[in-house]
């Protein structure tokens, strides 16, 4: 688990760069939204369309009955390829 200073880090990294971005660039400023707000939808799009497909194979449900590790990883794995497949062919098709 992260701690929350690693993760405070990378949102003040973050706020640096979009600022020098716009101290450097102003008009870049709203592509990055655009663009960040794009891959935002995919990914929620390919949760979305992982539950659809496998409504009874979700990482979190134990249905009373013990999964095994490797079944409830490849689970995880599945949902995981899925999001990023979205991700690159929204990213890729514009």
Do not use: C
């Amino acid at each position: 688990m992260q701690s929350p200073i690693n993760r405070s880090l990378f949102v003040i990294i973050t706020a640096l760069l979009l600022v020098s971005v716009f101290l450097i660039s102003p008009a870049q400023l709203p592509v990055i939204i655009y663009k960040a707000s794009l891959v935002t939808l995919a990914a929620i799009l390919g949760y979305w369309i992982d539950y659809l497909l496998f409504p009874h194979m979700r990482p979190g449900i134990n249905d009373g009955k013990d999964q095994e590790p490797i079944i409830r990883s490849s689970i995880a794995i599945r949902r995981a390829l899925i999001i990023l497949a979205t991700i690159l062919g929204m990213s890729l098709a514009l």
